[in-house]
């Protein structure tokens, strides 16, 4: 199976400010903002997580539209960390890029993963799992 090349974000469409933020079990996450482009679109998101954390967690994301439309995403980078007071900022690019007759685009993050590098085992190994959801309806601007 053929890996979903990702995508180039040449041209900018519109940034939509989201400002959404959802409570789960402690942890805070917020969906700052989307940038949709001609071959995908990027959300990045704030993450607070309930405790302090070396690393970010992976998102488990799916994304759809009203239409119906399914859009399949990745963890594109991030930055933050521990601290006095630990948040991530990430961001998942996804494609293709939104249709142009979508009114709304649903996020939801069905689970959060948090990893680490295992050096006995040659790779990443998952120390625990938050279950979600965090939900983000987003009227797409322009639209409704």
């Given amino acids: 199976m053929a890996e979903r ?4 974000f040449h041209d900018l469409v519109r940034v ?7 409570i ?4 805070s996450l917020t969906l700052l903002s989307l940038e949709l482009y001609d071959d995908g679109f990027m959300g990045v998101f704030r993450l607070v997580p309930g405790a302090s954390r070396p ?3 992976v998102l488990s994301l799916e994304v759809r539209d009203d239409r119906g439309g399914r859009y399949a995403g990745q963890m594109g980078g991030g930055s933050g960390g521990p601290g006095g007071y630990c948040q991530w900022r990430l961001a998942y690019i996804f494609t293709p890029a939104v ?3 979508a009114r709304e685009l649903y996020l939801e993050v069905g689970e959060l993963r948090y990893l680490h590098y295992d050096k006995d085992r040659g790779g990443l190994v998952e120390d625990e799992v938050q279950r979600g959801p965090w939900v983000f309806p987003v ?3 322009g639209t409704g």
């Avoid at 789960?24 to 942890?27: I, L, Q, R, S, T």
């Fill in 5 to 8: 090349q990702a995508p180039a």
């Fill in 24 to 27: 789960n079990d402690g942890v």
């Fill in 139 to 141: 009227v797409l601007p």
């Fill in 55 to 57: 690393v970010p967690p």
């Fill in 16 to 22: 939509c400010a989201v400002a959404q933020t959802q």
């Fill in 99 to 101: 249709h142009e007759a």
